[in-house]
């Protein structure tokens, strides 16, 4: 079909661009990035100029954090910025971890949404491979939920997925799967959702196999949870980039956000790793009987949740689910605002 075609061809030029830029062609790849010149237009190679940050102008300043793939600094370029500076094995051929990256990145430029965290260039001159962000003010809803136990009420909740959904749903429109949608890739600045770290997965796993914190199916703590009944089936020891992630698979790890908001921990808390790949696999999910909240709002979990992709709601569906949720508090006084009170934020 004619879109399935043009948005093969934008991927296409992306990478042709995005190669081009490396630099009155110096550096040659190899794999599947042509450095053709006749087969594409040329003016794709400044599109991606604009986006490649020269490494000597980047100001790092403390380590933020280190994550699966790399380490986060605070940083300075044109204002305060976040950059995340991958961690390049040295002994690795760059050659095929350097055109996913390039092409990661070409996607993660085309993102402009309120929920979404700004993304303002890339290094990609190996070894230095960094993407540069936003600097996200507030904290992750996993440092409010897990380590400052501030609780959500049920209205703020709803607040916050919606928040979510309307991220997502515009990621989903444009056809990046997040892939590794979590509490820790989603900041509140005074309550506005950020959502970070999309559609970066492969490259980061990819390019370093850095597996070190990981147990010896490569799994981090506290990512589990997250992962849908046939990601869990399809782990195999040193092979999550392979996994089938979809859009479902989004919604699934949206459910287990869901889950954290409403109970203010994760589901299946406190059990080993193999318990829960056992569980999850065979479609058992974390009861809810414990739960405080009404009918619609477990629905929604279920449906997040649902053994079988196909059953689980889009965001936009979600979305519409979200908003003819009752909200009790709101209703009782009407002066108090729809954004969040200060109380969950910093
Ligand atoms: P994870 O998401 O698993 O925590 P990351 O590598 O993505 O690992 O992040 C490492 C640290 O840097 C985390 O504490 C995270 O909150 C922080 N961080 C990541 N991106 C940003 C950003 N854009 N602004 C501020 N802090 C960030
Ligand atoms: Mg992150």
Redesign the pocket.
């Known amino acids: 079909s004619p879109a399935r075609a043009l948005v093969h061809q934008d991927t296409k030029e992306d990478l042709t661009a995005s190669i081009k830029s490396e630099g009155s062609g110096r550096v040659s790849l190899s794999g599947s990035g042509s450095t053709d010149d006749s087969r594409w237009p040329r003016q794709n190679s400044l599109s991606m100029k604009e986006w490649d940050i020269p490494y000597d102008e980047l100001k790092l300043f403390e380590v ?9 600094y ?1 940083g300075s370029w044109h204002g305060a ?2 950059v ?1 500076l991958l961690h390049v094995n040295a002994l690795s051929d760059h050659s095929v971890p350097l055109d996913t990256f390039k092409h990661e990145v070409a996607t993660f430029r085309k993102t402009r949404h309120e929920n979404l ?1 700004l993304f303002m260039g890339a290094c990609m001159k190996p070894p230095r491979l960094a993407i540069v ?5 507030g ?2 809803l ?2 409010h939920i897990h380590l400052r136990k501030d609780k959500f009420t049920n209205n703020k909740s709803v607040i916050v997925a919606q928040q979510i959904s309307q991220g997502m749903g515009y990621l989903h429109a444009r056809g990046i799967i997040h892939k ?1 949608l ?1 509490t ?2 989603i ?1 509140l600045e005074n309550g506005k959702v ?1 959502i ?2 999309f559609g970066l997965f492969s490259v980061t796993k990819l390019c370093f196999g850095n597996n070190a914190r990981g147990d010896s199916l490569g799994i ?1 703590p506290g990512w589990l949870c997250y992962l849908a009944p046939e990601l869990v089936r399809a782990l195999r020891p040193h092979a999550s980039l392979h996994l089938p992630f979809s859009k479902a698979t989004d919604v699934y790890a949206f459910g287990t956000v869901w889950y954290e908001l409403l109970c203010g921990e994760y589901p299946f808390k406190g059990q080993p790793p193999e318990a829960i790949i056992w569980q999850v696999g065979k479609g058992v999910k974390q009861s809810l009987a414990n739960m405080q909240a009404s009918r619609d709002i477990k629905d929604i979990l279920m449906l997040c949740w649902s053994y079988r992709s196909l059953e689980r709601p889009d965001f936009p569906h979600l979305l519409s689910t979200l908003e003819k949720l009752p909200r009790k508090r709101l209703a009782r006084s009407p002066s108090h605002p729809v954004h969040l009170s200060r109380s969950a934020d910093s």
Do not use: E, H, Q
């Not at 933020?64 to 986060?72: A, H, K, N």
């Open positions: 933020i954090g280190t994550g699966r793939f790399g380490t986060v605070r910025v976040a995340k965290v962000t936003s600097l996200c003010k904290m992750t996993f440092t590794d979590k820790k890739n900041f950020v970070t770290d981090p």
